[in-house]
């Protein structure tokens, strides 16, 4: 099994920055695209950026220019930075991705416990 451990968030103000980390362990075999997901109460949750194992990034209309997708493939660590927050992206984030615990296991969805963002004065 795959586990993924966010940390990172808080409370911070308006056009603030915030870096969010999410560390994977356990049995790890390979990692493909990692994500990052937010969610408010009352809607769904919404993809922020995904990046894949070669690098490539992608990102929601809502964060581009703010936010940046990273990550360490030699420590399975993704990292999302975000700068000059709004009020509108206080939300619980979660980090996303699909993983094999073997070579021959099969490919499984996996999400972190989130951590929370507030953007406030």
């Known amino acids: 099994q795959v586990q993924l451990v966010e940390s990172g968030g808080g409370l911070v103000q308006p056009g603030g920055s915030l870096r969010l980390s999410c560390a994977a362990s356990?049995?790890?075999?390979?990692?493909?695209?990692l994500d990052w997901y937010r969610q408010v109460p009352g809607k769904q949750r919404e993809l922020v950026a995904t990046i894949t194992r070669g690098g490539s990034t992608n990102y929601a209309d809502s964060v581009k220019g703010r936010f940046t997708i990273s990550r360490d493939n030699a420590k399975n660590t993704v990292y999302l930075q975000m700068n000059t927050l709004k009020v509108e992206d206080t939300a619980v984030y979660y980090c996303?991705?699909?993983?094999?615990?073997?070579?021959?296991?099969?490919?499984?969805?996996?999400w972190g416990q989130g951590t929370q963002v507030t953007v406030s004065s």
């Open positions: 356990g049995r790890i075999f390979s990692i493909y695209n």
């Open positions: 996303h991705t699909e993983a094999r615990a073997s070579a021959l296991g099969s490919l499984k969805d996996y």
